[in-house]
């Protein structure tokens, strides 16, 4: 944290994502995904982002008068929150919506299953995928990122009290993923605000992109099972089953994502270490 004066008033602003609170943090997720280059269409963009940094309310910087000077230098001090992603979980891990509490996953998807990932990822697919002939489906993208949220966003479930003193105990106090139940949970979660909707898929982003590096030798170049709609990561499931070594299709779905991952990258290089000494054995 740092002090900038404007006159006889002092701020207190924050030099990274960790500082800043959980409402500016809310607000704010969406400006790494903004342009702030000066220009006279992003201008908007970063005086709307310098007064939440800054910790003013809307009447107080409306009647805030800045120098060209001023405002050049207030835009160097700020620049972060537009060319720096947060790092780590987020400062909320769960949020509110139409009376129901909904539950972020832990961090570096600690309590993620493979259904979790599996099923997150298709529909992360489907939220990113270019628009046909150019012209994005707004009302597609938005049901995508709806059920992406409530992939990973889900109630707590019922008997977690009792879960927690159970052998089965993993840590996750959110329901187990549930297709039909997600799809409910995201018609209710189209009421959700915008940021935070963001917030989750910069959280998920983050998370997957670190998961996918961790286990890339799995995935070979692409850093994604094969199929580009998704379905990859259901096939890459239903083969584990078919193999037995982890039981059934549903046992394997329920296994924590970084078991299963870990597991199948073991395989693949001992694999790769059998076929090398089988080489160099018969050059």
């Known amino acids: 944290m740092k002090t900038i004066e404007f006159g006889s008033k002092a701020y207190r602003v924050a030099e990274n994502w960790a500082e800043l609170t959980t409402e500016q943090y ?96 298709m529909a992360y697919l489907e939220f990113a995928a270019p628009p046909e002939d150019g012209v ?23 008997d977690w009290r009792k879960f927690m003193n159970s052998d089965e105990w993993n840590g996750d106090v959110r329901e187990p993923f549930n297709e039909a139940r997600a799809q409910a949970h995201a018609e209710q979660l189209d009421k959700l605000p915008l940021n935070l909707k963001m917030l989750v898929l910069d959280y998920f982003e983050r998370s997957n992109n670190a998961f996918l590096a961790l286990y890339g030798e799995l995935f070979g170049k692409s850093r994604e099972p094969r199929y580009q709609d998704g379905r990859g990561w259901v096939m890459l499931l239903k083969n584990v089953a078919k193999d037995g070594h982890f039981g059934d299709y549903e046992k394997v779905c329920t296994m924590p994502a970084h078991l299963l991952f870990a597991s199948l990258l073991d395989d693949l290089l001992n694999q790769q270490e059998a076929q090398e000494r089988e080489k160099a054995q018969h050059p």
Request: charged share 20%.
């Open 136 to 158: 994005t489906d707004v009302d597609s993208k938005t049901k995508a990122l709806n059920q992406l949220v409530a992939i990973l966003c889900r109630p707590r479930r019922k």
């Open 26 to 121: 809310v607000q704010l997720i969406l400006c790494p995904r903004l342009k702030a280059d000066g220009s006279f269409d992003t201008v908007e963009h970063q005086a709307a982002a310098c007064r939440v940094w800054l910790g003013m309310s809307p009447r107080v910087w409306r009647d805030l008068i800045i120098t060209p000077w001023q405002w050049g230098q207030l835009r160097q001090q700020f620049a972060w929150l537009f060319n720096t992603a947060p790092e780590g979980k987020p400062p909320l891990m769960s949020f509110e919506c139409g009376g129901v509490n909904y539950h972020l996953p832990a961090a570096d998807m600690a309590d993620t299953t493979g259904a979790d990932l599996a099923a997150a990822n």
